[in-house]
């Protein structure tokens, strides 16, 4: 299933309502002043970002301002710069064996489903996964991972809930290595950013994986919750400053979320966008596609007029 | 509005310039600093006007947008923050910026509810509670939350209630925190939720409890199926208060999710989760005034016992980024022991203030949290750039004192060349470590010495009321 249809689904609801408006003040004549004010409303209303929506209509002041445009060659504007921003992840090479993965977050954004819909995936494409329950904090986090882990066929590594999550991560490596697995996905308990004591744990994590090979992990995923608003600026801030994110998996979006905000800031710290969770399903994770991403934003208003 | 210009002026500018970073720090600067400069010039001007406000209130839109705060709510407040600030006389004694902060603040209040809501658990028994929202919002935690605090706070004998049939392991979290705290969980595997609701109202009657917490599973509010259930589940249990559990750092998504909610279930109350974060919380502002319905209870942390009841006015200066000068005094108040600030007292008006005492005050001063997080909660302090200040700095001062034994650390005088390196093998450090925590420490006491002499000067009343802990202002005024 495409990528589009499925995020289209959700978003259909508040867009038409959005893109109507946006028509009426894109067709009144010269850009003023206004205009890109109300536009901007329209983009954040949208959950485009704040950012993003700045960047946008600063895009069309630019080159816009007092002039006459019809909708088409406003959009065109906005698109390009929407273009501009966004960039398709570099393909995922699975070469290194084991592939380890490490997913992190804040609570609630989606790591353990993430993982259980990745192992799916790379089970499907003849990979050997294996899962470490790194999630020892939370109750019964394992208990949800293990359903995971069996849906996707996928193996599991595991310890007593409350043990060392490094103990865990460090016997899985040993475990991928050991049973020869292609992949390692490696889940986190979810943490706020700006706790402390738990960003060092997860150092600390790192730092006892790499006993094994100085190279892993090789990626770091962040995990963010496409309802999220503003804050997920702070988060992938404060996340990479202590880890070099390799990716960023937005979730959730088969709602009304566009997961605008994750917009600006993937591309400020260019950090791909990785993978777009649409639905509880086991295979509702689709790698992260720019040009359907930025059709879904502005399919309404193209297909206009 | 300093912060805005170059924001924008360097937006377009992002792809040769990419130091992006920047941009956005300067962006998140404070809402009160930049309505300061912007109304410096309105002094003396005579009253607040339509032309003079223009630009604060165009500061005070981008704030509330960047706090999620969403974009109709954003709206119809600066239209009312306009119409209040219109014809008023700038007044000489404060700044028209601290003026119109004054009315935003006011009216902030006003929407948050102003006053604090307390559950009135009368009415039938048992007293149910339902938790319904988005995956991953938090309802389970704080449905063991809520639970606990009942039992402590109200003397209830609570029920708990896994009704999530649809996550994976949904149902052994709930078994497992409701066993770390003691309270009973009713469950019936991965049944009918509307059928486990009923049969688990049922149970509670058979088993006297008083309270009833039903934990639902998360589900979008676009989702008509699993949002029918939870009507039928409300029509057949027919709960006291319905918790509508948002994370605090949804965004724009709010207005939609919330009313959605709230015109399929007429919730009654709204549980703001991860409130420990660093979001700003607008969309708690975004909830309120779309469906009414007030704020209950905070989570503050991934412990159960990290709950507290809403309190709006504090959430407004959040909003603002004012700080939150009342939360700082209470976490002070729950750390510092009333009978040790009575001896510091005495300690420094006597000057005999030691090293042993520092390394106690550096000791509840971390108890406190975080030294940073503190500090954001002090108006003004907020702007600094806080991300600089290293944490570590502390620890090493307190390995330092650590590794004297207690006579040195009575009579410092005494730590000469031998004794130094000792300490700073002792502690991991240097000795240039060791000779700043002394001179810090001499620097301080020679601070004190002054307070001392002045207080006694003063009959010791000046330093008296200074050093009142915060409890025993509490004692004189009842």
């Known amino acids: 299933m495409g990528f589009l249809s499925l995020i289209k689904g959700g978003l259909s609801k508040t867009r038409s309502a959005l893109l109507n408006e946006f028509k009426g003040i894109v067709g009144a004549g010269k850009i003023t002043d206004e205009t890109l004010e109300t536009l901007e409303e329209h983009l954040i209303k949208a959950d485009v970002g704040v950012e993003a929506a700045f960047i946008l209509t600063d895009a069309l002041r630019e080159e816009a301002l007092g002039k006459s445009l019809t909708n088409e060659e406003v959009i065109s504007i906005m698109r390009s710069e929407a273009e501009r921003l966004l960039s398709n992840p570099p393909p995922l090479e699975l070469k290194n064996s084991p592939h380890v993965i490490l997913i992190i977050g804040v609570n609630g954004a989606g790591k353990t489903t993430t993982i259980g819909k990745l192992a799916a995936r790379f089970k499907k494409e003849g990979k050997k996964v294996l899962i470490a329950a790194g999630d020892t904090f939370r109750a019964a986090a394992i208990d949800q991972l293990e359903v995971w882990a069996e849906r996707a066929g996928a193996e599991l590594v595991k310890h007593q809930e409350a043990s060392d999550p490094a103990a865990v991560a460090y016997d899985a490596c040993a475990a991928a290595k050991a049973r020869g697995s292609d992949v390692l996905l490696i889940d986190t308990a979810g943490r706020l950013h700006n706790k402390d004591h738990l960003m060092e744990e997860l150092k600390k994590m790192v730092r006892v994986i790499q006993k094994h090979d100085p190279s892993y992990p090789h990626d770091i995923w962040l995990v963010i919750d496409g309802n999220t608003g503003q804050n997920t600026i702070s988060q992938t801030k404060v996340f990479h400053q202590s880890f070099p994110l390799t990716g960023l998996v937005v979730t959730k979006l088969d709602g009304t979320a566009r997961g605008g905000s994750v917009l600006s800031i993937s591309s400020s710290l260019q950090i791909p966008i990785r993978w777009i969770g649409v639905g509880e399903q086991i295979d509702q994770l689709v790698p992260f596609e720019k040009e359907e991403y930025i059709e879904a934003l502005f399919e309404d208003a193209l297909s206009s007029d | 509005m ?373 500090l954001k909660l002090i108006p003004g302090l907020n702007k600094l750039p806080l991300d600089q200040f290293d944490e570590k700095e502390l620890v090493y001062v307190e390995a330092v004192l650590s590794s004297m034994t207690p006579k040195e650390r009575k009579h410092p005088k005494i730590i000469e060349g031998s004794r130094k390196k000792r300490i700073a093998a002792g502690s991991g450090t240097t000795v240039q470590r060791v000779n700043q925590v002394l001179t810090q420490f001499t620097s301080m006491k020679a601070m004190f010495k002054g307070i001392g002499g002045m207080a006694k000067k003063n009959s010791g009343s000046t330093v008296g009321s200074n050093y009142t802990p915060p409890k025993q202002k509490r004692k004189k005024r009842r």
């Open chain 2, 2 to 374: 300093k912060g805005a210009l170059i924001f924008r002026r360097g937006a377009s500018n992002y792809h040769k310039n990419k130091n992006f970073l920047l941009y956005y720090t300067i962006m998140f600067s404070q809402l009160t600093d930049s309505l300061e400069s912007t109304l410096k010039k309105l002094r003396g001007q005579g009253t607040l006007s339509e032309d003079n406000i223009a630009e604060s209130l165009r500061e005070v839109r981008r704030a509330f947008l960047e706090a999620d705060v969403s974009f109709n709510v954003t709206r119809d407040f600066v239209n009312a923050v306009k119409e209040k600030a219109l014809g008023e006389e700038v007044l000489l004694s404060v700044s028209p910026g601290q003026q119109i902060v004054k009315i935003i603040n006011d009216e902030l209040t006003e929407i948050m509810g102003g006053t604090v809501k307390e559950i009135e658990l009368g009415g039938a028994s048992p007293f149910g509670i339902m938790m319904v929202g988005l995956q991953g919002a938090g309802k389970t935690t704080f449905a063991g939350k809520i639970a606990l605090y009942m039992r402590s706070k109200k003397k209830k004998k609570p029920l708990l209630v896994a009704a999530d049939v649809y996550r994976p392991a949904a149902i052994k979290q709930l078994q497992v925190l409701g066993k770390s705290l003691g309270i009973p969980v009713y469950e019936e595997g991965q049944g009918n939720p509307v059928e486990i609701i009923k049969n688990a109202k049922q149970y509670a009657i058979d088993n006297g409890h008083d309270l009833v917490i039903y934990d639902t599973a998360g589900r979008l509010q676009i989702d008509d199926t699993l949002m029918l259930e939870l009507e039928q589940a409300r029509d057949a249990v027919k709960p006291h208060e319905i918790f509508f559990v948002a994370d605090a750092m949804i965004g724009q998504e709010a207005v939609s999710v919330a009313e959605t909610f709230y015109q399929k279930l007429q919730f009654t109350g709204v549980c703001l989760s991860k409130m420990d974060g660093d979001t700003r919380g607008g969309a708690a502002l975004s909830i309120k005034k779309i469906t009414g319905v007030p704020v209950v209870f905070v989570g503050l942390g991934e412990k159960p016992s990290e709950i507290d009841l809403f309190h709006p006015d504090r959430m407004a200066s959040r909003i603002l980024g004012m700080g939150d000068v009342v939360s700082l005094v209470e976490k002070a108040q729950s750390v510092i022991e009333e009978k040790d600030a009575k001896d510091l007292k005495k300690k420094i008006l006597n000057n005999t203030f030691d090293l042993n005492d520092f390394l106690k005050q550096l000791r509840t001063i971390k108890k406190m949290g975080r030294i940073k997080d503190l």
